[in-house]
């Protein structure tokens, strides 16, 4: 940030979620001993028969397990339990209110730890919490944050590294994949998923602390496109070793506005389709990172009518299009995003996922359910966009998928 249906389950055998058993296995901090493994989540059935799985017919192409288990999950769901897999929201790092009870309860897709506690919720207390959102979850939840370092720290408290400011981290690019690992283990070890960093945006030279969002929080890498672009993928490539999944942020670029979205109106008068300043994403995205953050300011020589986050051109023909992006898109916050602001809230989330997007976050749960109702209402009226929220879920549940959250295997006995 800058600062479907529920089908009938086919005997013999069943889908049942379950969440990521690690999470409700940390050892306390102040332990002597060296943690247990994390538990692997329970293998469950999915619904394609064994052979099916294990012996195609000749001549058919193999059938990936993981791909099958979602598709599996994504059957049970219905067109509202599909749309609220797309909103992310809310939760304060030291302990689950009831906002984000209600959230959890309207089956939310993930949320995003928020440093209520002034940033100093300890791990234990942050573990505490992930474990009490993962049992309240109807479906195991996207733990996210934001843990960029210098300014932007959710979780800084006990376990947890004081992370330098990305100015700093790019400084010594050799040594911040190691740095990353580490940080990822701790994140990792609370029950933490996914990180919403590294930033990506390369500040333009002449704006330097004048470029709100970026520069004046020392938050980018640096200035040079391919400088930035080799920290980016050492930050990706640490975190993911170290057990986190990462995420790019603001695409196509915050670095050449002066505006901060959260507090105002933005644009960007320079950037361009075939811009080098879009290096740094393309790096990111060549390394692995599963998820791109959507810039909320407007790209003039882009798009001029549209915020990024609303604009097919950016969203579809740019990041998916020309960079070959095909992983998760989210906006930033629109919850609380000035530049929204004239913008109803359920109408953020349909617009976005008409341009393309996928995950919808929000830091403010009240705005769960009109999103969600505004979604599954726009998907019973429009076939092509009931489509589009289909594609949206899965990929959500693919990252799912991926980081252990779901899981299938064959069945020994009917359901």
């Known amino acids: 940030m800058p ?46 028969p064994p052979a099916a799985r294990s012996a195609p017919a000749t001549g058919a192409a193999p059938v990936d397990p993981a791909a099958a288990c979602v598709d599996g999950v994504l059957r049970r769901l219905d067109v509202r339990e599909r749309a609220a897999q797309l909103v992310m ?19 939310v897709g993930g949320v995003i730890l928020t440093d209520a506690a002034g940033g100093e919720a300890s791990r234990d207390q942050v573990a505490a919490t992930v474990r009490e959102i993962q049992q309240t979850a109807p479906i195991p939840v996207t733990i996210a944050t934001d843990q960029e370092g210098g300014r932007v720290q959710d979780l800084a408290g006990d376990g947890f590294s004081r992370i330098p ?39 333009d ?32 490539q640490g975190m993911d070793a170290g057990g986190v999944a990462t995420t790019l942020k ?4 915050l670095g050449r506005v002066r505006d901060n979205t959260d507090f105002g109106d933005a644009a960007d008068e320079v950037t361009t389709v075939d811009d080098p300043g879009l290096d740094s ?9 599963p998820v791109v953050m959507m810039s ?25 299009g020309r960079l070959g992006f095909d992983g998760v898109v989210t906006t930033d916050d629109v919850g609380a995003a000035a530049a929204l602001a004239d913008v109803p809230v359920g109408e953020r989330a349909v ?17 769960v359910d009109p999103m969600v109702t505004a979604l599954a209402r726009e998907a019973d009226g429009d076939p092509e966009f009931s489509g589009r929220l289909e594609q949206s879920a899965r990929r959500i549940l693919t990252l799912k998928s991926a980081r252990g959250l779901v899981r299938c295997s064959e069945s020994p006995t009917g359901g």
Request: charged share 20%; glycine share 10%; net charge negative.
């Open 3 to 48: 600062g479907a249906r529920r089908g009938d389950t086919p005997a013999p055998a069943r889908v049942v979620i379950v969440a990521l058993a690690a999470a409700l296995a940390l050892a306390p901090a102040a332990c002597a001993q060296e943690p247990a493994e994390p538990t692997a989540p329970p293998a469950i059935p999915t619904s394609a």
């Open 89 to 107: 929201a809310g939760v304060p790092a030291d302990g689950l209110t009831a906002g984000g009870r209600a959230a959890l309860a309207r089956g």
């Open 165 to 203: 400011a990305a100015a700093t981290q790019g400084r010594d690019v050799a040594g911040l994949r190691d740095d990353a690992r580490g940080w990822a283990r701790e994140m990792a070890d609370a029950g933490v998923t996914l990180d919403l960093a590294p930033v990506a945006d390369v500040v």
């Open 205 to 236: 030279p002449a704006l330097g602390d004048d470029n709100a969002p970026v520069g004046a929080l020392d938050r980018g890498f640096g200035t040079n496109p391919q400088r930035v672009g080799a920290a980016v993928t050492a930050f990706v």
């Open 250 to 253: 603001h695409f196509p670029g």
């Open 281 to 289: 994403f393309r790096a990111g995205i060549a390394a692995g990172a």
């Open 296 to 320: 909320s300011a407007v790209y003039a020589r882009i798009d001029p009518d549209d915020r990024a986050l609303f604009s097919r051109t950016v969203v579809t023909d740019l990041l998916r």
């Open 351 to 367: 617009r976005f996922v008409q341009a393309g997007g996928d995950q919808v976050l929000t830091v403010r749960a009240a705005d």
